[in-house]
């Protein structure tokens, strides 16, 4: 990367459209999201188990050309929602369950960035040369080779 002195320098994105989808320079398309989930370091063995084979199971899904990054931001949570019912036993029971929950009370925020690379012409006749014949191979190889050479 050539160093001119101008921002575009150290910005490694191309251009951003109107719903926010980056378009790097190296060719890869990328989109960010943020949600709110469930804070996956309170799962016992078995939700964790569970929730994971889910993600798993989508993620095998995807195609070739995705690279997933997963990021986590966890909040200390100040807010407590407080029962407004008059009964003096609830009420009781309530102030307990703040004192325990107030110190570890979090809101956990997700962020999911999807970048998409299509894959390069030899790339992709690479991938497709395990089903060819034989002939096909070599006139691939060949065609691959030349225009190795050629560039």
Do not use: C
Request: hydrophobic share 35%; net charge negative.
């Amino acid at each position: 990367m050539a160093n001119t002195g101008y921002i575009s320098d150290l910005v490694t994105w191309f251009t951003m459209s109107e719903n926010a989808v980056v378009s790097n320079n190296n060719g890869t398309i990328q989109k960010t999201f943020k949600f709110s989930a469930k804070d996956t370091t309170t799962f016992t063995e078995d939700n964790g188990v569970h929730y994971f084979e889910a993600i798993n199971n989508v993620l095998k899904r995807l195609k070739k050309g995705y690279i997933l990054h997963w990021e986590m931001a966890k909040h200390h949570d100040e807010d407590y929602i407080q029962t407004t019912n008059a009964n003096a036993l609830q009420a009781k029971f309530d102030e307990t369950r703040k004192d325990r929950l107030q110190p570890n009370l979090y809101r956990i925020e997700y962020y999911l960035t999807i970048i998409y690379r299509q894959p390069t012409q030899t790339t992709a006749k690479l991938s497709n040369i395990f089903y060819d014949s034989d002939e096909t191979v070599i006139q691939t190889i060949k065609s691959i080779w030349s225009d190795f050479w050629s560039h």
